[in-house]
């Protein structure tokens, strides 16, 4: 299994809190079968008038291990009362069962000013850690 690529499907949902995080729920399928707790800091900075800088941190604590992931990417439209953004995502640490494996990962989120909710998808293809 050592070196072979694996498709990773992660789904997530949350709250926005009022430090600015957001925290909830995953669910992974495919190459990693699990789900527990989410934790994210997403920021956007002004790129123009339009469109943002997205960054940050995405912890998913499942029954298997922990998966820690940055991401970078676009958020747009800046201002409206729900955003749409387009991100890659690494996949920067792992725990337990998921230790040493490797993922980069394509991250689809919306983000929902008026009911506070941060939601997401990502897809990618995972590379086991050493067995």
Same mark, same amino acid.
């Given at each position: 299994?050592?070196?072979?690529?694996?498709?990773?499907?992660?789904?997530?949902?949350?709250?926005?809190?009022?430090?600015?995080?957001? *925290? $909830? /729920?995953?669910?992974?399928? @495919? +190459?990693?079968?699990?789900?527990?707790? &989410?934790? #994210?800091?997403? =920021?956007?900075?002004?790129?123009?008038?339009?469109?943002?800088?997205?960054?940050?941190?995405?912890?998913?604590?499942?029954?298997?291990?922990?998966?820690?992931?940055?991401? *970078? $990417? /676009?958020?747009?439209?800046? @201002? +409206?009362?729900?955003?749409?953004?387009? &991100?890659? #995502?690494?996949? =920067?640490?792992?725990?337990?069962?998921?230790?040493?494996?490797?993922?980069?990962?394509?991250?689809?989120?919306?983000?929902?000013?008026?009911?506070?909710?941060?939601?997401? *998808?990502?897809?990618?293809?995972?590379?086991?850690?050493?067995?």
């Amino acid at each position: 299994m050592n070196g072979e690529r694996h498709h990773v499907a992660i789904t997530f949902f949350m709250s926005f809190q009022p430090d600015g995080t957001a *925290a $909830g /729920t995953f669910t992974a399928a @495919g +190459a990693v079968s699990d789900s527990g707790t &989410a934790i #994210a800091q997403p =920021t956007v900075t002004s790129r123009d008038d339009d469109t943002g800088a997205l960054t940050g941190n995405l912890a998913l604590r499942g029954s298997r291990g922990d998966l820690n992931w940055e991401y *970078a $990417g /676009t958020s747009y439209p800046l @201002g +409206a009362p729900r955003t749409l953004s387009h &991100a890659t #995502a690494r996949l =920067t640490s792992g725990t337990r069962d998921y230790l040493g494996m490797q993922c980069e990962a394509k991250l689809v989120t919306t983000a929902d000013f008026v009911a506070a909710i941060f939601a997401g *998808a990502l897809q990618g293809l995972l590379v086991p850690g050493p067995d």
